[in-house]
């Protein structure tokens, strides 16, 4: 079930980490293993892995002509800008732009270059029609000038000079004076709330997706009684109206990174826990290894010997509730003998879905859980990667969305 790994790491370094790890108070501490995720509304993304983002259509309304059509420029950058950004750090679809799978935009870069000198020339391959991803937004812009009352309380304090029994002058508190000033600070306020719909069709033109978001909203206020004095530029509106939906349009819509955490039983090879904990995973995988493997062994000789002797004692006992109560007792035993194996299979799941094998992950979140019945976390660990897993297979070329592989750790 294991597979050979090269141990990488000095033999200094690890008892460094072991001796620091086990001479300090345990502590628990989170690991993470990050995936990337098929596309939430289907599965098929063949007919999308090039596409064109239109320009987004934008209605200002509430502002003039002039700011309308500036507030417009700057949403509609912002929105294509995000989108690009967003599905490029996935790395699946292929935003197109001004040169790729624009035939006029590289016919613009092949004449620049056609009297350089240094050598480069552009080539210009036909390619498939991109899919096309259309956008709607209507926003209602509010920026509204106003004054607040600021009410501040002056505290004059007063002394006077008196002299004491023994005729040293000194200082006496006087009883403090307070007045209430009210002063005028104008303030700038920018609301702004609409709607987003996004449109997402193939290569051959069908429809294959479509959300809208009815709840945008963005509110800031400069001066006045709140804590900013400076306006919120169009940028930071566009940004804080539309990040979210676009993020959760992308996640729907192409493959994506996801990340779990984990945490890792304290119970099992405290060695193996310390390594976890310095994320030397693949050190902790092959000194894991070889434990997990040897328990493997004692467990299968002491289930073997425990189900012989139930076995001859259910087979010479007679009365059927006798025989239940056996088998019970069966149960018990192989969970009292099974169950000290479960934190090292868990931890080994842990190990391997970072590393990236989820399906030995799965295994061994099963083989935790059913050593352990009261491993609660083992159980939910498997039903988790089992949804995973799952979910990558429905995939028409998984090998381009493979899980994350942790390169660095390995030895180059």
């Known amino acids: 079930m294991l597979r050979k790994i090269y141990t990488i790491g000095l033999s200094v370094c690890l008892a460094l980490i072991i001796l620091t790890a086990s001479g300090c108070k345990t502590t628990k501490k989170m690991v993470y293993a990050e995936y990337i995720m098929p596309p939430i509304a289907f599965s098929d993304v063949a007919s999308i892995e090039r596409i064109n983002i239109d320009k987004p259509q934008i209605k200002i309304s509430g502002v003039g002509k002039k700011t309308s059509k500036n507030i417009s420029n700057v949403f509609t950058n912002t929105i294509v800008n995000d989108f690009s950004s967003k599905l490029y750090f996935n790395g699946y679809i292929k935003p197109s732009d001004e040169i790729y799978g624009d035939v006029e935009g590289l016919k613009a870069v092949r004449n620049k270059l056609a009297n350089s000198k240094h050598g480069y020339a552009v080539k210009i391959v036909k390619i498939r029609k991109p899919a096309k991803l259309k956008v709607y937004a209507t926003i209602n812009y509010k920026r509204t000038k106003g004054v607040d009352k600021i009410k501040t309380t002056l505290i004059t304090q007063n002394y006077s000079i008196i002299t004491n029994k023994k005729g040293v002058p000194c200082t006496k508190a006087n009883t403090p004076t307070e007045k209430v000033v009210t002063s005028k600070v104008s303030y700038i306020e920018v609301k702004a709330k609409g709607s987003l719909v996004c449109t997402l069709y193939d290569c051959s033109g069908k429809k294959l997706y479509s959300r809208k978001f009815d709840d945008l909203e963005f509110e800031n206020k400069a ?146 859980a059913k050593a352990d019945p009261e491993n609660i976390s083992a159980s939910e660990s498997f039903l988790r990667v089992k949804k995973l897993v799952t979910a990558s297979s429905c995939l028409k070329d998984p090998t381009k969305i493979n899980n994350y592989q942790q390169k660095k750790y390995e030895d180059q």
Do not use: C, W
């Open 223 to 368: 001066g006045g009684d709140a804590g900013s004095n400076s306006e919120a530029p169009y940028l930071e509106v566009a940004q804080n109206l539309f990040n979210d939906a676009i993020s959760k349009i992308v996640m729907d819509i192409s493959p994506h990174r996801e990340s779990r955490s984990l945490l890792v039983n304290e119970k099992g090879d405290s060695s193996v826990v310390a390594l976890v904990k310095g994320t030397a995973f693949y050190d902790a995988f092959n000194k894991l290894g070889p434990i997990v493997e040897a328990e493997e062994k004692t467990m299968d000789k002491l289930s073997a010997e425990i189900n012989s002797k139930y076995d001859q004692l259910i087979a010479s006992a007679e009365d059927p509730e006798k025989k239940v109560s056996l088998e019970q007792e069966r149960i018990n035993d192989l969970i009292d003998t099974t169950k000290d194996y479960s934190p090292d299979y868990e931890n080994m799941g842990i190990i391997l879905e970072i590393i990236g094998d989820r399906n030995e992950a799965l295994a061994y979140y099963e083989m935790a």
